[in-house]
């Protein structure tokens, strides 16, 4: 037997209300809207450029082409954006891309996107990948050259370069600003610094041991 309308209809509003949230970014309401990066309005992203002053370029970007060093830390990696600060066209697409260059045996830390699912395609080497759920359960694997592994939103992950030498991937993330929260800098280096009592009762540490913890972060 068919519900009632009441209940239909109010299925539906329900079902409306929840879709803008099943997507990371929303839909674009024009075919474009390349960012105008010297707008002073302040949006959630960049206002759009006149379409009458959009060029090709716009739609271009050699932001990610380029290695980088990877020696700028003890991690032994390196990390390039094109978001639409970089990459104009990229603005309101519900995009984003990160090329990560790392070392023999570096390591992008546990790190989580609280706004965007993260696809990884590694270029050159071999990286393991893995992310853990809310249940603490590891999903892990060795990604080689051309393969992929996907990231779940929000969820804890890494990139561990377990090769024998470089290794470069990408990850591709469905949002155009996907936001990076990673725990150790969160947690360690924070300004004003987290409180030396939560610090050592959340890792069952004395003070002392906290402070050469934090003291590892210095200057991050």
């Given at each position: 037997?068919?519900?009632?309308?009441?209940?239909?209809?109010?299925?539906?509003?329900?079902?409306?209300?929840?879709?803008?949230?099943?997507?990371?970014?929303?839909?674009?309401?024009?075919?474009?809207?390349?960012?105008?990066?010297?707008?002073?309005?302040?949006?959630?992203?960049?206002?759009?450029?006149?379409?009458s002053t959009v060029v090709d370029d716009d739609f271009f970007?050699?932001?990610?082409?380029?290695?980088?060093?990877?020696?700028?830390?003890?991690?032994?990696?390196?990390?390039?954006?094109?978001?639409?600060?970089?990459?104009?066209?990229?603005?309101?697409?519900?995009?984003?891309?990160?090329?990560?260059?790392?070392?023999?045996?570096?390591?992008?830390?546990?790190?989580?996107?609280?706004?965007?699912?993260?696809?990884?395609?590694?270029?050159?080497?071999?990286?393991?990948?893995?992310?853990?759920?809310?249940?603490?359960?590891?999903?892990?694997?060795?990604?080689?050259?051309?393969?992929?592994?996907?990231?779940?939103?929000?969820?804890?992950?890494?990139?561990?370069?377990?090769?024998?030498?470089?290794?470069?991937?990408?990850?591709?993330?469905?949002?155009?600003?996907?936001?990076?929260?990673?725990?150790?800098?969160?947690?360690?280096?924070?300004?004003?610094?987290?409180?030396m009592e939560v610090l050592a009762k959340t890792f069952l540490?004395?003070?002392?041991?906290?402070?050469?913890?934090?003291?590892?972060?210095?200057?991050?």
């Amino acid at each position: 037997m068919m519900a009632p309308l009441p209940v239909l209809l109010a299925v539906a509003f329900v079902a409306a209300i929840m879709a803008p949230h099943a997507r990371s970014d929303p839909s674009p309401l024009q075919d474009f809207c390349v960012a105008d990066l010297n707008a002073t309005t302040a949006v959630d992203g960049f206002p759009c450029k006149p379409a009458s002053t959009v060029v090709d370029d716009d739609f271009f970007s050699r932001s990610i082409a380029a290695s980088t060093s990877t020696r700028s830390n003890p991690f032994g990696v390196n990390a390039t954006r094109a978001t639409a600060s970089t990459f104009p066209g990229l603005n309101t697409l519900g995009l984003s891309i990160t090329r990560v260059d790392m070392a023999p045996g570096g390591l992008n830390p546990p790190h989580s996107h609280p706004r965007a699912s993260e696809l990884v395609m590694v270029l050159k080497g071999e990286v393991t990948v893995g992310f853990t759920t809310s249940a603490n359960q590891l999903f892990s694997k060795a990604v080689r050259e051309n393969e992929l592994f996907v990231v779940p939103r929000g969820l804890q992950h890494f990139q561990l370069n377990t090769g024998a030498g470089d290794a470069v991937f990408v990850a591709m993330f469905d949002s155009q600003s996907p936001g990076v929260v990673t725990p150790t800098f969160s947690l360690f280096a924070t300004k004003p610094a987290m409180p030396m009592e939560v610090l050592a009762k959340t890792f069952l540490m004395t003070e002392d041991e906290v402070g050469a913890m934090k003291s590892k972060f210095d200057g991050f």
